[in-house]
């Protein structure tokens, strides 16, 4: 198993970080049939927000495209406590929103961010539909925040 996610988590010197803990009244992800559903995930460490505010004014594109790759990595520790990343045969969808200043529009390349750590884990079973929306403003004054459903077998 050593080409498996975990093992190419490791290549790139990520580890699975626990499970953040829900902000409200919902499950981190759901299994529904073959797919597992992702509840939005922000780039948490440890419990505390890497960064907070708007893209654009006070966090840069590229700060913003490493926290979403945070948020991916939520996103794969909540798959891998539900039914664990060896199951994941596909990256269906992936939903990425920037909270966006006034006139920023580099939404697309922050959520790159997030799609191309799981082009680096699963490869091309890693490529993905995908949505980068701007928005005004996210839980926790967090700059991005990230979905994902996969197809698991």
Known sequence: ?????????????LALPEVASPLASYVPAVQSGQHVYVSGQLPIVEGKLLATGKVGNGVSADQAKDLAQRCALNALAAIDSLVGLENIVKIVKLT??????????????????????????????GRHARSAVGVAELPLDAPVEVEVIVEVA
Do not use: C, R
């Not at 198993?1 to 010197?13: D, Q, T, V």
């Not at 990425?96 to 079973?125: I, K």
């Open 1 to 13: 198993m050593s080409n498996g996610p975990h093992a190419k988590l490791a290549e790139l010197g």
């Open 96 to 125: 990425g929103f920037v909270a966006s200043a006034p006139g920023f529009t580099g939404q697309p390349g922050v959520v790159n961010g997030a799609s191309e750590l799981f082009g680096a884990v699963f490869g091309e079973a």
